[in-house]
Structures are given as structure tokens and as C-alpha cells.
């Protein structure tokens, strides 16, 4: 059996097996990613439009480092260790694993999900690891709903 490190944050290495255990059980499989640093309406609004598409919602987050090759040094604001509880605290959200990497293929490749959504800012992009699932599924993104957004606000009001 995998090993929880928390209520449902699952290590790296024990994704596959939790995949498989789920497969056995006959549930849909949705898998999804983000940084989700400052977590808004937006990632939540999109988090439950993707469990509504399977029976177990899996999400990937970016650790400290991969955010900051991605987003700047300054990033990620929040810690990758409150960004995980928070997230394994919503509803919508049944399992979180961290990755390392700038993309998630590798989780995606073991996961096997039938369903990857990502936002709708993906329209016309590959999306790393759609290979890899059944099926992929865009969710349309909610206008002004951004964690940059959120950050200049706060940097103007500074």
C-alpha cells in the first residue's frame, strides 16, 4: 500500500502504486498540475471542474525549486509545504504529489490518468504528458483570475 506522508499528499515514489490500486478499484482517474502559489478563485473554480470529470482528483505541484526555474527567483511566494497542505485541505482535491521537474510528464507517464485537464491558456500548446492519459480536457480560465495579477496588485499597493 502507498505511504501517505499526510491526509492525502502521496510521495513521488509511491504514485504508481496509488494509480493502480485506484485503477483496480474501477475509478476515473483525473490528473491536473499547477504551481498554485497564492492560491485564488481561479485554481479553485478550476480544481473542482476537473473532479467533476472522474471519481479521484490527483494534483501535481510544483516544488520550491521548479517554481523559481519557472517563475523567477522571487517565486514561489507561498512554500511548497504550505501550498501542499492547502490544497490537500479542498474538497475537490483527493490525492497531492510534488515533482521536481519543470513539467509533470514523468508523473503523468505513471499515473496513466484518464482524464489531464489544464487551464484554457493551453488552447492550441502541447500539454506535457497528454500522451500519457485517455483523455485531455481544457477548462476555460476565469478573466482576472491570476496569481501574477494578484502579486503586481499587491506590489502596487506596497
Do not use: W
Not at 32 to 47: A, I, K, M, Q
Not at 73 to 91: D, F, G, M
Not at 113 to 130: E, F, H, R, S, W
Request: glycine residues 6%.
Amino acid at each position: 500500500e502507498p505511504a501517505i506522508t499526510s491526509a492525502r499528499q502521496v510521495a513521488p515514489e509511491e504514485i504508481e502504486q496509488l494509480a493502480e490500486r485506484l485503477r483496480r478499484e474501477g475509478k476515473r482517474i483525473v490528473f491536473t498540475n499547477d504551481c498554485f502559489d497564492l492560491l485564488h478563485r481561479g485554481h479553485v473554480e478550476y480544481l473542482t471542474a476537473s473532479r467533476k470529470l472522474g471519481d479521484v482528483l490527483i494534483v501535481g505541484v510544483n516544488s520550491d525549486e521548479s517554481v523559481r526555474r519557472l517563475k523567477g527567483p522571487e517565486r514561489p511566494i507561498v512554500p511548497q509545504t504550505n501550498r501542499l497542505h492547502i490544497l490537500s485541505t479542498l474538497r475537490s482535491v483527493d490525492y497531492v504529489v510534488m515533482f521536481d521537474a519543470d513539467t509533470p510528464v514523468d508523473l503523468i507517464r505513471l499515473i496513466r490518468p484518464d482524464v489531464l485537464t489544464k487551464g484554457g491558456d493551453y488552447l492550441g500548446q502541447q500539454v506535457p504528458g497528454a500522451e500519457f492519459a485517455k483523455q485531455l480536457h481544457l477548462i476555460p480560465y476565469i478573466d482576472g483570475c491570476s496569481t501574477t495579477l494578484a502579486i503586481d496588485r499587491i506590489r502596487k499597493a506596497a
